[in-house]
C-alpha cells in the first residue's frame, strides 16, 4: 500500500535525480558537437597522414639498406678471396668480420656442393631488443660454395608503430567522414543508456529506501494516535540507529517517563484520598475515646463493692475497654501521623553519611535481632538531594520489616544489606539505594498490593509502612520497586536522580561495614 508520504519522497527522489539528468544530457550533447569539430578538421587529418607517411619512407629506408646490404655482401671480393681458398678458419674470420662490420646483418650462411654449411656470427653480439628477421639468399660460385644466405634484424617495433599509425589512420578517416551530427547522436544516445541505467537503479534504490523509511514513520505515526487516545503501553521499535531511529528511542523514552508520571501522579491522588479518609477516622474515632476511657474509669471509682463476682466482672470490663481504648488512640495516632506527613525538603546529602546515621538507629536494633547487617557505600562523596530525616524513615521501615520477616523465618545465618549503587551516563544519573534480605521473599499474590494503604500480612501492622515509604520517595522525584527478579529473599530498590557526584577516580568500589 503506496502512502501520500511514499509518493512525496518519491516525487522528491525523482525531482532531484531528473533535473540534474536533463542539464547533464544538454551539457554532454554540447560538449561532444564541440569535441567533434575540434577534433575531425583536415590539419589533424594532415598530421597523421604525415606520420604514416614517415613510417612507410623509415620502413622502405630500412628495406633499401637490407638490399644494398646483401648485393654489397654478394659482391665482396675478400669473401670470395677467403672461399676459394677452401680454408675454414680464413673463410670463417672473413664471414666473422662482414658480420661485424653491418648493423643490420645477423648471420651469414655458405653452402657448400656436398650439401654442408659454413655459419658466421658475430664476434661479440649486444642482446638486441625484440626484433623481426629477413632472409636473402643467391646463388654464388666461390670454389666449393654455391649458395648465400644472409639474415638480417628489423626491429619490430617499427613495424608495430606502422600498423598502429594506419590502423589509426583509417579509423579516424571513417570517422571524418561520417556526419557529425550522427555521431554526436550517437555519443548522446550511448550517454543516455548509461544514464537510464543509473536512473532506474537510483529510483529503485530511493523507492526501497523511501518505503523503509515512510513505514517507520508511519508506525511512528500510529503509535502518537494510541498515545493521544492515553494507552501508554505502546513502543515503536527503532529499526536502526539514525536520525529516526533516535526519534523513535526519544519518543520510546517520552512514553516511559509520561507513564512513570502518571503512576507517580495516581498513586499520590491515591494516597492522598486516603490520608483524607484517615484523617476523618482519627478524628471520628478519637472524639469519643477520651468519655468512654473516663466513664469506664467513674465506673470502677463509683462502685461501692458488696458483690465479689460483680466486682471481679467490672475490673475485667474497664481494664478492656481501657486496652481497647489504648489500642484505638495509637491507631488514631497512626491515622493522623499518615494523614499529616509533612512537606519533603530535599538538601544535597552525602549519601555515606546518611547510611552511617541509618546504621547507628539500625544496628542496636538487628543485633537484638540477631540479624546481621551490611552497609555499602559508594566511595567518595556522592551527593544527592533528599530529605534526610524523611528518606531515613523509608530506610528505617524497609529495614525493620526485613528484619521482621527474618525473625520468623529459619535461616541460618540471617542478613540484610543495605547497598548505595551510583550510575551515570550520558542520557541518565541516579542513585539507587537497595534493600536486600536472605529471607522468605514477598508472595506473589502480595506483590500487585504490597504499596497499598492498610495492605499488610502481619498481624499487628497497620499497612501503612510501604505507604508511606513510597510516597516519601515519589515526592523525592524517585521510584520505590520490588524487585522481582531476586530471587533469594526481598530486595527493595529505591532510586534516586542526582544533584552532585564527586567520585575519587582510581577508587570505584565499595566500603562494607558491618553491623
Known amino acids: 500500500m503506496i502512502r501520500r508520504l511514499d509518493v512525496k519522497i518519491l516525487t522528491a527522489v525523482l525531482f532531484t535525480v531528473l533535473l540534474p539528468l536533463g542539464f547533464s544530457v544538454l551539457l554532454v550533447k554540447k560538449l561532444v558537437d564541440t569535441s567533434l569539430q575540434l577534433g575531425l578538421n583536415e590539419e589533424i587529418a594532415g598530421q597523421l597522414q604525415r606520420g604514416l607517411d614517415l613510417h612507410r619512407a623509415r620502413i622502405q629506408e630500412i628495406k633499401q639498406e637490407i638490399a644494398q646490404g646483401f648485393v654489397d655482401l654478394a659482391d665482396s671480393h675478400a669473401l670470395a678471396a677467403a672461399a676459394e681458398t ?30 654442408g ?35 638480417y634484424g628489423v626491429e619490430e617495433r617499427l ?22 551530427k550522427y555521431l554526436a547522436n550517437r555519443f548522446v ?105 473516663l466513664a469506664a474509669q467513674e465506673l470502677r471509682r463509683k462502685y461501692c463493692g458488696g458483690d465479689p463476682a460483680f466486682e471481679r466482672l467490672l475490673a475485667q470490663s474497664t481494664e478492656i475497654i481501657e486496652e481497647e481504648v489504648e489500642t484505638l488512640h495509637r491507631l488514631t495516632a497512626a491515622f493522623s501521623s499518615f494523614a499529616k506527613l509533612p512537606e519533603i525538603r530535599p538538601e544535597p546529602t552525602d549519601i555515606a553519611t546518611f547510611l552511617d546515621d541509618c546504621e547507628a538507629s539500625l544496628g542496636p536494633v538487628a543485633e537484638q535481632q540477631g540479624v546481621r547487617l551490611v552497609f555499602e557505600a559508594p566511595r567518595g562523596q556522592v551527593l544527592v538531594g533528599l530529605d534526610a530525616t524523611m528518606m531515613k524513615r523509608v530506610v528505617d521501615n524497609l529495614v525493620r520489616n526485613a528484619i521482621e520477616a527474618l525473625r520468623g523465618a529459619n535461616v541460618k545465618d540471617p542478613l540484610v544489606r543495605i547497598r548505595a549503587l551510583y550510575r551515570s551516563s550520558r542520557k541518565y544519573s ?86
Open 86 to 115: 677452401e680454408d675454414p678458419e680464413v673463410l670463417q674470420d672473413a664471414l666473422r668480420a662482414l658480420v661485424e662490420r653491418h648493423f643490420r646483418l645477423r648471420k651469414v650462411t655458405l653452402e657448400d656442393k656436398t650439401g
Open 117 to 151: 654449411f659454413l655459419e658466421a656470427v658475430p664476434v661479440a653480439s649486444e642482446p638486441r631488443r625484440q626484433e623481426l628477421t629477413v632472409t636473402k639468399s643467391t646463388d654464388v660460385s666461390w670454389g666449393p660454395y654455391i649458395r648465400l644466405e644472409a639474415t
Open 159 to 180: 613495424l608495430t608503430e606502422y600498423k598502429t599509425a594506419g590502423d589509426q589512420y583509417e579509423t579516424y578517416k571513417a570517422l571524418a567522414g561520417s556526419p557529425t
Open 189 to 293: 544516445w550511448v550517454y543516455l543508456a548509461l544514464l537510464t541505467i543509473s536512473f532506474v537503479v537510483s529510483v529503485l534504490v530511493g523507492l526501497l529506501w523511501a518505503r523503509r523509511l515512510a513505514r517507520r514513520i508511519h508506525r511512528l505515526g500510529q503509535a502518537t494516535s494510541v498515545v493521544a487516545s492515553g494507552d501508554l503501553s505502546v513502543r515503536v521499535d527503532p529499526g536502526a540507529d539514525d536520525e529516526v531511529g533516535r526519534l523513535v528511542e526519544s519518543f520510546n523514552s517520552m512514553l516511559t517517563e509520561l507513564s512513570d508520571n502518571r503512576a507517580r501522579i495516581e498513586y499520590l491522588q491515591k494516597i492522598s484520598a486516603w490520608q483524607e479518609m484517615a484523617r476523618r477516622l482519627a478524628h471520628e474515632i478519637k472524639n469519643p475515646l477520651t468519655p468512654i476511657q
Open 430 to 515: 541516579e542513585l539507587e539505594l537497595r534493600v536486600e534480605d536472605n529471607g522468605p521473599g514477598v508472595p506473589r499474590s502480595s506483590e500487585p498490593v504490597i504499596f497499598d494503604p492498610y495492605f499488610t500480612t502481619k498481624e499487628s501492622g497497620t499497612g501503612l509502612g510501604l505507604a508511606i515509604s513510597k510516597k516519601i520517595v515519589l515526592e523525592h522525584g524517585g521510584t520505590l520497586k520490588l524487585d522481582e527478579r531476586y530471587a533469594t529473599g526481598a530486595a527493595f530498590s529505591v532510586v534516586l536522580p542526582y544533584v552532585q557526584s564527586i567520585v575519587t577516580h582510581g577508587k570505584q568500589g565499595v566500603e562494607k561495614r558491618h553491623g
